[in-house]
């Protein structure tokens, strides 16, 4: 998890020691370092790690300090526990937290499950896109509906990032879930406005089948089929946009109403949602529906040629070592570039968007991915 290269000064040998180590590795490493010279301060020539930005952190390690090793040591050994995405998260919670010495670096790797991570949210324009379709600036008095194509995402992300702190990472936006107002309380998603021979009503969804039940009974039927559906509103921008509202069935907003509350539960969702509406272009609210419950089958990926290079090699089993180590010696943005073109990724004015299962049709590909290149 964490390698160290020190040698003794005025001595050329070079004596690796990989963390977390045993007793007898630290004194072995020791034992070879007291060969090549029992005399000098023994000094650090490099730092590795599985978490890219921790070296820049250690530069005041004193390898002669049997504290600050066993700090280390410790250190190293938390890390040995997280999975891949819990050390993006400790990478982000690092960048964005005051750290002074190793305690410091300790305390936030035992508080990573405190951190949220959302995926390829790496700049101002994409967090402002993403708080801005998360609804924290739906219904402000000061972006009525018709102003919301001109949003300056790139100044409503810099401004939340300024209050609530938090770092951008390769892998998305981390900050401390206590920050994050990105989580919302429950709330109507769709509103449908139903009209039978009794009555009018307004039915907010998602709602149980004992709430729609009641609903019945106030416009007197027994069936959904047997009342109109007047009107269709998204509380969620940009759904109206991409999701037809003719023909809506009530059983199908529900669901889907149901859907889009889970996906506000979960980093990055309703962005992944809204770039698969944007491609699919669904003819029913039904398709729609569709392409909700197959979300798994679609993967946002980072705008950066450059950072998709790599996120290619990690999904085949390269992990951060092998990729730092290649770092120079590889085209990323080369793999990057032909790796999106083989896969069909698309461009939408939510992100970049690839279909795991089959690459998206020729024939309608060539005119989203020219802003590719």
């Known amino acids: 998890m964490i390698q160290l290269f020190m040698k003794r000064s005025g001595s050329p040998v070079i004596v690796p020691l990989n963390l977390p180590a045993s007793h007898y590795a630290m004194t072995e490493a020791g034992s070879q370092l007291d060969e090549a010279s029992r005399a000098g301060k023994t000094e650090i020539v490099e730092i590795k790690s599985v978490i890219a930005n921790l070296p820049s952190y250690l530069g005041g390690l004193d390898p002669d300090s049997r504290m600050q090793l066993a700090q280390l040591n410790q250190l190293s050994s938390i890390i040995a526990k997280m999975d891949s995405r819990e050390r993006n998260i400790y990478a982000g919670a690092l960048d964005g937290n005051s750290i002074n010495d190793l305690n410091d670096m300790i305390r936030v790797a035992e508080q990573v499950s405190d951190y949220i991570l959302i995926p390829n949210v790496n700049s101002d324009v994409t967090l402002g896109r993403y708080v801005a379709v998360a609804g924290q600036i739906q219904g402000d008095p000061r972006f009525p509906e018709a102003a919301w194509p001109y949003l300056d995402f790139a100044k409503i992300g810099a401004e939340y990032y300024a209050e609530h702190g938090g770092a951008y990472t390769y892998a998305g936006y981390v900050l401390r879930k206590q920050d994050d107002e990105l989580v ?133 089993g390269a992990d951060d070592e092998l990729i730092d180590t290649i770092d120079g010696y590889m085209d990323f943005e080369k793999l990057g570039e032909d790796t999106m073109a083989e896969e069909g990724v698309r461009r939408t004015e939510f992100g970049l968007i690839r279909r795991c299962s089959s690459p998206f049709a020729e024939e309608t590909q060539a005119m989203e991915m020219g802003g590719l290149s």
């Open 184 to 316: 919302r309380e429950k709330k109507s998603k769709i509103q449908l406005d139903l009209s039978s021979s009794q009555a009018q009503v307004s039915v907010c969804l998602p709602a149980t089948k004992e709430e729609l039940e009641r609903v019945k009974r106030t416009l007197g039927i027994d069936c959904f089929a047997e009342a109109a559906v007047t009107k269709v509103l998204f509380s969620v921008p940009y759904m109206d946009e991409h999701i037809p509202t003719t023909g809506v069935c009530v059983a199908d907003a529900n669901e889907l109403a149901w859907a889009i509350e889970g996906m506000q539960c979960e980093d990055g969702e309703l962005l992944k949602y809204l770039s698969v509406l944007s491609v699919e272009q669904p003819g029913t609210m039904q398709e729609a529906l569709r392409c909700a419950m197959n979300l798994d089958d679609y993967e946002r990926i980072p705008e950066d040629t450059y950072e998709y290079g790599q996120a290619v090699l990690r999904r085949i």
